[in-house]
């Protein structure tokens, strides 16, 4: 990874931080629903965007600038969060915890 690079995703993964702990986020229908049906809380989904890091970046995204971060709650519970890059508010698309058959590792996928 380049510099420039580098710079932009560490400039990202700051702005997603700064939202987040300002609890300035949306969570949309699907991510709501992810998150009821794995049993996530709100507070892991936050603890998880501190600790997280920027797995896959989508810039050019169809929907809009977005990427993948991947991070652990306090108890140490891998989660994957979808959110906004751009937005004035974090919009976290969706929400899940890193699983076969897709994923190998929280960072590795099959």
Known sequence: ????????????????????????????????????????????????????????????HRRGACCLLNGLTRAGRPLHIVCTTSQPALIVITVYEPEEPKWRTPTQRR
């Open 1 to 60: 990874m380049d510099d420039t690079r580098s710079m932009d995703l560490k400039t990202v993964l700051h702005r997603i931080r700064a939202q987040a702990s300002a609890e300035n986020l949306h969570i949309t229908q699907h991510g709501y629903q992810e998150m009821v049906e794995e049993d996530i809380t709100l507070d892991e989904v936050l603890d998880a965007i501190t600790s997280g890091k920027i797995l896959e970046n989508y810039p050019e």
